[in-house]
């Protein structure tokens, strides 16, 4: 196990990344930081040079690959961060320099079931892209097929394992401290991370979710998946069907290939409507580098470590919420934030829907241009605040993709109506889902259901009762021992004052690390 002053060691090392970035600023500004964290910062930012306007995307690349992937999920939570720390967080761009071919190509080498020269024809030493975790080479099979080789970053897993272990032990520290901290429960933040890295580092899954997806989305015109090539994929080594086309950020020569990307975008829109709402299983990493338009229009997605899962209960609320917010239905959207438990029941439901009329009525209608999602996003976030609401880890990956394809879409038609596009789909999928005849067609397979469960209802009644909520059942977390609660004997005073300050500056380092 991992010892507290080498946590201290690597949190005071990021602390410091962060201040040279200006990126503390907004952390002693903010009055839900806890007064000790509040210190610490100002310790950690003795000696450095700091930007007048801050970055946070430099700081979380320099500090290095799970940083990265912390701060585009942080980008979905301006009511953590603030609206300008979310505007530079959402330019962090998943990039870095490759790392040298001879040690990719040996992990290739070794890594499938035959020589790497007996499996590619070719294997093009300059990658077309490297990320934290991996790079990929164009290549040639040796039964000519162009294929695209995914290949992880060697020694990428012992970092990131390192990383975490760090940050959930900062986590329980920052946690411990109550109030604001321990409402947006990081512990259950850095968990979901964790499940979510682990899964971009086993390529094998990447592969599945690849195809599970291409078998959901196959009955959708003008979006396509890539065929993977399982014969030379392992868990570290991706190997898919190569794709020509134009980056989706590249709006001029989407342009000039007469595209129409007013339909591109809505086409977007639905399609990611279709993944969370009607698949309960969505493309999470869904970012502009990651979409491709090929020379008919179809839209190619790539890139599918990062997936997210909604349960079927769930879409249901999703789907009522969406649509209770395009339609003003706030009373609706309300009772769903109950049912779901996300709002505690010692709340008023009235009071809840008249919040969110507050910050719905003044967006419904308009176009995104006139819109600054940021301050929308935090009057939200704000009245999760006052209610009482705990952060929902299983959605923040939904809300991280609703932020990029807002983003990707608002840049091919600035004037689209989110709403707009979303609401026809949502009705129909509603009534489809919801209406007489789903309802009743739902209703016999449930109690044909039921006769065959009625001894085991009987057995386990109490655990019926009462309904749960939406959230699903929080993952295990890893038992972290509190600096401060380690039995010190014979050292006194001096123990205490160590341990104290150790503890704070674990928590000034997860609060820097985790929500700046």
Known sequence: MTRPATHIFRLLKWGRILARHGALRAIEADRNTPPQV??????????????????????????????????????????????????????????????????????????????????????????????????VHRARTTEGTDVAVKVLRPGIREQFARDIE??????????????????????????????????????????????????????????????????????RVLTLEWVDGVKIADIDALKAAGHDLNKMAEKLVLTFLRQAI?????????????????????????DFGIMGRINRQARFWLAEILYGLTTGNYKRVAEIHFEAQYVPSYHNVDEFATALRAVGEPTRGKPVSELSVGQMLDSLFAITRDFDM???????????????????????????????????????????????????????????????????????????????????EPPPLPPVQLIWERNGTGNGWRYMIVALLAGAIGAVGMWVVGFS
């Open 38 to 135: 509040k210190r610490l910062c100002r310790i950690a930012r003795i000696g450095t040079r700091q930007p007048k306007v801050p970055d946070y995307a430099g700081a979380f690349r320099a500090i290095g690959p799970a940083a990265i992937k912390l701060g585009q999920t942080l980008a979905t939570r301006p009511d953590i961060i603030g609206e300008e720390a979310t505007r530079n967080l959402l330019s962090l761009q998943d990039q870095l320099p490759p790392a040298p071919f001879d040690l990719v190509y040996a992990q290739i080498d070794s890594s499938l079931n035959k020589p790497a020269a007996e499996l590619f024809e070719y294997i093009d030493p300059v990658p077309v892209g490297a990320a934290s975790i991996a790079q």
């Open 166 to 235: 760090t940050y959930e032990w900062a986590a329980a520290h920052l946690e411990a401290l109550g109030g604001e901290a321990a409402r947006l429960r990081p512990q259950l933040v850095i968990a979901n991370l964790k499940r979510w890295t682990l899964r971009e580092l086993d390529l094998r899954r990447e592969a599945a979710s690849a195809s599970e997806l291409k078998d959901a989305m196959v009955a959708v015109d003008g979006y396509m998946i890539p065929t993977i090539d399982w014969d030379r994929t392992s868990g």
């Open 278 to 302: 009607s698949e309960g299983f969505f493309h999470a990493d869904m970012h502009q580098g990651n979409l491709f338009v090929r020379a008919d229009g179809t839209i190619v997605a790539i």
């Open 390 to 472: 705990q952060t929902q880890p299983h959605l923040l990956l939904l809300q991280k993709t609703m932020v990029m394809v807002e983003g990707i879409a608002t840049s091919l038609n600035p004037s689209i109506n989110m709403w707009d596009v979303a609401a026809p789909y949502v009705r129909e999928w509603i009534r489809g889902e919801l209406g007489p005849e789903a309802m009743l067609a739902d209703g016999i397979r449930k109690q044909a259901e039921t006769l065959q469960m009625i001894p085991d209802l009987i057995r386990r009644l109490d655990e019926q009762l009462p309904r749960k909520g939406g959230a699903p």
